[in-house]
T-cell receptor
Framework: QQQVKQSPQSLIVQKGGISIINCAYE??????FPWYQQFPGKGPALLIA?????SEKKEGRFTISFNKSAKQFSLHIMDSQPGDSATYFC?????????????FGKGTKLTVNP | EAQVTQNPRYLITVTGKKLTVTCSQN?????MSWYRQDPGLGLRQIYY???????DKGDVPEGYKVSRKEKRNFPLILESPSPNQTSLYFC?????????????FGNGTRLTVT
């Protein structure tokens, strides 16, 4: 199963709150889990990424939590700001049998109210 | 400046009229890919290329063609566009998915087929 399931589809948070976006996968061959951030009118850009041998990675206000046994990973945005309003995509990469693929979740539109 | 350049940004065409969306990257990346983005469906891969003259189908290749004659260019060809190909298209490049190097996206091409 080369799918990544992402939830929620949309999220509204007040300024200063915590935003949490969840993703789940089935294929244990996935070996790298990046998150991409997309602002309106722009292409997605890499935000933060984690390898499956690490349970947590933090970069500033952004943290990825990874649960290998549950095949789930999540993005936490602490002290959310209006400038964080964007669409967020989780992804998982697969390099197998000469093929290299990056599979995306369906995205979460985050709105941070001032 | 390192970038992926897509042209045009906006395109309105009629059913059946062949079109090409160009994509060029200046980072000497081996891996290039085309995605389409539709509301509620996220980013779906159309075709990808791991090197010159090496292309492979993604998840939604029907109705599209690609070529990779040079490392920097990866055009997307719609030989007979149909209204269901109305979408936002993104070209992306990476050193190699295998190396967990990030995907760099262009700013998108919004295509409308009437």
């Amino acid at each position: 199963q080369q799918q990544v399931k992402q939830s929620p589809q949309s999220l509204i948070v007040q300024k200063g709150g915590i935003s949490i976006i969840n993703c789940a996968y089935e294929n244990t061959a996935f070996d790298y889990f990046p998150w991409y951030q997309q602002f309106p009118g722009k292409g997605p850009a890499l935000l933060i990424a984690i390898r499956p041998d690490v349970s947590e990675k933090k970069e500033g206000r952004f943290t990825i939590s990874f649960n290998k046994s549950a095949k789930q990973f999540s993005l936490h945005i602490m002290d959310s700001q209006p400038g964080d309003s964007a669409t967020y995509f989780c992804a998982a990469s697969l390099t197998q049998g000469g093929s290299e693929k990056l599979v995306f979740g369906k995205g979460t539109k985050l709105t941070v109210n001032p | 400046e390192a970038q992926v350049t897509q042209n045009p940004r906006y395109l309105i065409t009629v059913t059946g009229k062949k079109l090409t969306v160009t994509c060029s990257q200046n980072m000497n990346h081996e891996y290039m890919s085309w995605y389409r983005q539709d509301p509620g469906l996220g980013l779906r891969q159309i075709y990808y290329s791991m090197n010159v003259e090496v292309t492979d189908k993604g998840d939604v290749p029907e109705g599209y063609k690609v070529s990779r004659k040079e490392k920097r260019n990866f055009p997307l060809i719609l030989e007979s566009p149909s209204p269901n190909q109305t979408s936002l298209y993104f070209c992306a490049s990476s050193l190699r998915i295998l190396y967990n190097s990030p995907l760099h996206f262009g700013n998108g091409t919004r295509l409308t087929v009437t």
